[in-house]
């Protein structure tokens, strides 16, 4: 790269955001290329698949034309804190399902996963954990009739 930081543009973090965007909707094409994608009256089981990819693509295009817009700013280096603890409580998240039930485990991840935060607020995120697991609850085991079971009794 010529010239010093000061004169580049771009903000390096929405850049390597609209890359993956991108990256991965064309590889969903991709992938999903030998799928049919039927039509409006009669979707195939590509149609879904092929609307999101390319919905992640003009997101990732349009993200990437606002980040080269902006003045430089950096990439920071990954924090192994945040990594860990979000990835532990998707793992977790699993275990309490399967023993205590979808409420718990949303209570749970939603709990654990602001520990990766230094500045949680715990009354926030109780409120924010109840009113996720109450939505999710009605969307995935009511309305849309995932099999897991609510509740532990």
């Known amino acids: 790269m010529s010239g010093s930081k000061s004169s ?3 903000d390096r973090p929405d850049l390597l955001t609209a890359a993956i965007f991108v990256g991965v909707g064309a590889l969903g094409l991709w992938a999903g290329r030998t799928l049919d994608f039927g039509s409006l009256a009669s979707m ?3 149609f879904v698949p092929t609307i999101i990819c390319w919905l992640l693509i003009v997101v990732g295009l349009w993200v990437g034309f606002l980040g080269l817009r902006r003045a430089y700013a950096p990439i920071e280096p990954a924090k192994l804190r945040p990594i ?7 793992i977790g998240f699993a275990f309490v399902a ?3 039930g979808f ?5 749970f991840l939603i709990v654990t996963s602001s520990i990766a935060d230094h500045e949680v607020r715990m009354f ?4 924010l954990a109840v009113g996720l697991s109450i ?3 009605l969307v995935f085991v009511v309305g849309l009739g995932v099999q897991i079971k609510l509740l532990p009794f």
Do not use: N, P, Q
Request: hydrophobic share 65%; net charge neutral.
């Open 8 to 10: 580049a543009r771009g």
């Open 44 to 46: 195939g089981a590509g």
């Open 84 to 90: 860990l603890v979000i990835t532990a409580s998707i």
């Open 98 to 100: 399967a023993w205590l």
């Open 103 to 107: 409420v718990a485990a949303s209570l």
């Open 124 to 127: 926030e995120t109780l409120l």
């Open 135 to 137: 939505f999710g609850a």
